[in-house]
């Protein structure tokens, strides 16, 4: 199948990244968002990373404008039925999801794939709202998208081979390295990464260490970019929780119950670095 088109829905700091990758990749893209605000601000940190970019001599001034001009804000939700696939980059909520799919559904063409890039939640369960669950799919990718060079793609109990490798080659397009992974809670990437980050908040909880001795153990003691409570702020903690209650009702062990300080902190609002306070507190 050839794919021109993109529409890119959630304008977070996911579907932001998202969007700046497709369109550098040379794809037409969509970025919708319910909150105009947030389409506003995404398009904002992509022209200033598309900028830091050319300071660095890294990109030329024509293909920044290239992809400046091949990126464009969607007022509506309909405007998916010009599209050849949707990458939904919503909040982590199976609900607000599924609404979203239900609604794609009914607005896109017959040929376009349906791709979320959820982080944990079953992918089938998705899929199976839609009269086109064979065209649906997981896509996800790893924060920050710009930088990170991997995408799980996870295929539906019904995803058709087309569908799978249309997004494979896709994921190429965009300069990604793109693992098979099958559809179980947290799929490989965070069903490893979140339980050490829910481990390292316990720690904090049971009073062991501060966030800056885990994080420094980390760093130093494993070589971590970064220690996994700035990492779980970079994440965000209300993700970071749903991701936690997705692994804990999806394979009913205790073993991944979320810490009681996490849920509190998004609780308070505290999300991490996104709302300004979580662990740290940011400007
Ligand atoms: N968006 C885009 N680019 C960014 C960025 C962002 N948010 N943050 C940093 N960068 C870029 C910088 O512009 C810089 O590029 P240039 O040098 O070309 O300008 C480059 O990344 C390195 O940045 P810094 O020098 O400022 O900082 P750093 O060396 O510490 O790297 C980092 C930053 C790449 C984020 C690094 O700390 C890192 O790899 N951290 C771990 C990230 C990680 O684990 N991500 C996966 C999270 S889990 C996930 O995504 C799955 C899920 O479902 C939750
Ligand atoms: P975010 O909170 O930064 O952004 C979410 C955006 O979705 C917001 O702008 C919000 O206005 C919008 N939104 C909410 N409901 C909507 C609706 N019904 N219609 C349209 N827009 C709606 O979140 P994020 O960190 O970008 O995460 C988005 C998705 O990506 C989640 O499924 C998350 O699990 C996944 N993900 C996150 C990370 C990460 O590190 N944060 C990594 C990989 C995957």
């Known amino acids: 199948m050839t794919v021109q088109k993109i529409m890119v829905i959630g304008a977070g700091q996911m579907g932001a990244?998202?969007?700046?990758?497709?369109?550098?990749?040379?794809?037409?893209?969509?970025?919708?968002?319910?909150?105009a605000l947030a389409v506003k601000s995404g398009l904002t940190s992509i022209e200033k990373r598309l900028e830091r970019a050319v300071a660095k001599e890294r990109m030329t001034e024509a293909d920044k404008d290239k992809?400046?001009?091949?990126?464009?804000?969607?007022?509506?939700?309909?405007?998916?039925?010009?599209?050849d696939i949707v990458i939904e980059a919503v909040i982590e909520n199976m609900?607000?999801?599924?609404?979203?799919?239900k609604q794609l559904?009914?607005?896109?063409?017959?040929?376009?794939?349906?791709?979320t890039n959820t982080s944990s939640l079953p992918i089938t369960e998705i899929a199976a709202v839609t009269k086109r669950p064979e065209k649906v799919i997981g896509m996800h990718f790893m924060n920050p998208v710009p930088v990170m060079?991997?995408?799980?793609?996870?295929?539906?109990?019904?995803?058709?081979d087309e569908t799978y490798q249309t997004i494979a080659d896709v994921t190429k397009q965009l300069n990604k390295t793109s693992v098979e992974v099958n559809d179980f809670p947290g799929f490989v990437a965070n069903r490893v990464l979140?339980?050490?980050?829910?481990?390292?908040i316990y720690t904090v909880y049971e009073g062991i260490a501060t966030p800056e001795d885990v994080d420094t153990v980390m760093k130093l003691g494993m070589?971590?970019?970064?220690?996994?409570?700035t990492l779980a702020d970079f994440?965000?903690?209300d993700t970071c929780l749903y991701i936690m209650e997705v692994l804990h009702e999806g394979f009913g062990d205790s073993k991944y119950r979320p810490c009681p300080l996490l849920r509190q902190y998004v609780q308070a609002g505290w999300y991490g670095k996104k709302s300004g306070r979580g662990f740290y507190t940011y400007e």
Request: glycine share 4%.
């Open 95 to 101: 609900n607000v999801k599924q609404e979203i799919f």
């Open 223 to 229: 070589n971590h970019p970064m220690g996994p409570l």
């Open 149 to 160: 060079k991997l995408v799980e793609i996870i295929r539906a109990l019904q995803t058709d």
């Open 17 to 35: 990244g998202i969007a700046q990758v497709c369109a550098q990749a040379g794809y037409q893209v969509l970025l919708y968002d319910q909150d």
């Open 105 to 115: 559904d009914s607005i896109v063409p017959a040929h376009t794939i349906l791709a």
């Open 235 to 237: 994440i965000g903690l």
């Open 194 to 200: 979140m339980p050490m980050i829910n481990e390292a």
């Open 67 to 83: 992809t400046h001009n091949l990126l464009q804000r969607a007022n509506d939700i309909q405007e998916a039925e010009q599209v």
